[in-house]
């Protein structure tokens, strides 16, 4: 199957350019700039006048709720959502029920996504059995179907365990992502662990100035780390949405967006975490973020002059490197999973049009600009905003 999208306007981390993009097999084939004319046949045609065709999202922080909690969201549903937000690549955590603590678990998971064909799954494994402080998981038997391992949604509050698992980070060559509650003083420990004890650490769903300071004084003194923000704490702040992190103060995100524009915080992730609304009800924390998370972002960093081409090293370029997967540029050989958005769009959208199976989002009445019209994952058609979900 060979499929041209023309006339279009491509952004990615490396620049802009006008022109054509042939896909054959799952892969960017050729990349035409201006109006090079293409020579070989093809199947099907999209045609991109008036919108920009940008890689597809990585996201590198999401909860899919399955096995466990399929009432919140399916792996079928939390995929469905994601493609109509533009994510094509999903860093799925741990937090199931069971926990992904061990080899079959994770294994049955990945077996459901290729089966289901929707996104890239990348399955989180947990750091401890049971998320527990005393047994770290079988790195040997894990280790092979992942490279990242967390316990988020829980913080790891025993520093033993904290330095077992960075030890480990290093030894068995993977990403250890953190959640830190309280935020600043556990970062503020793992950055010194980290420079004691080397590994590879990404700070999850950071909130807020004084955590961006340590992490600016870790990166400067040459220490394994990045860091994540998500649409909402970057979008709002002072919201009383239950939220882990909480909503912070205005300078707060004053800060995060600063720390956008100097490089500091690496990656845009969702923390996409859908409840039913009878747990919110109970005070569970978390937001439903795929389908607004492209709006929200694009409409902080256009009020904010930061360029689409960061925005999408952001979503793309940045996690795809430290995944060390090859995607996340519009690239000759690489997957051709991209996504067309239109920037012209503004207003609202609806939670309660969702195609999430929980709907819990405070940002419906925002006005917000951008909105994903098309998804392709391997060159498929996945997500089309004329047609619905294919
Ligand atoms: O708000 C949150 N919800 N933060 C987390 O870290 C966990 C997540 C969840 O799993 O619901
Ligand atoms: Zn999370």
Redesign the pocket.
Known sequence: MKTLIKNVEMVDAEGRRYGKVLIEDGKIKKVYKEKGNVKSEYDQEIDGQGLVLMPGFIDMHC?LRDPGYEYKETMETGMAAALKGGFTTLVA?A?TKPIMDDAVVIKANLDKAIVLNQCNLIQVAALTKDFGDSELVDFKTIRPLTNVFSN??VSILNSEIMVKGLEASSEHDFLLLT?CQPETALVKRDVELLAENGGHLHV??ISKKDTLDLIRAAKEKGLDITCEVTPHHIFASAMDYK??PSFRTYPDRRALIEGIKDGIVDMCGT?H?P?SEEDKLKG????NNFEMAFAMYYTVFDQNSISLEKLSEMLSDAPAKRLGIKAGLIKERYPADLVLVDLNWEGKINPKEFVSKSKNNPFGGETLKGKVMMTMVKGELKYDDNGSTL
């Open positions: 909860h955590m937090n988020d949604g959640h999850c769903h939220v882990n923390d975490a409840h569970a924390p978390g937001i």
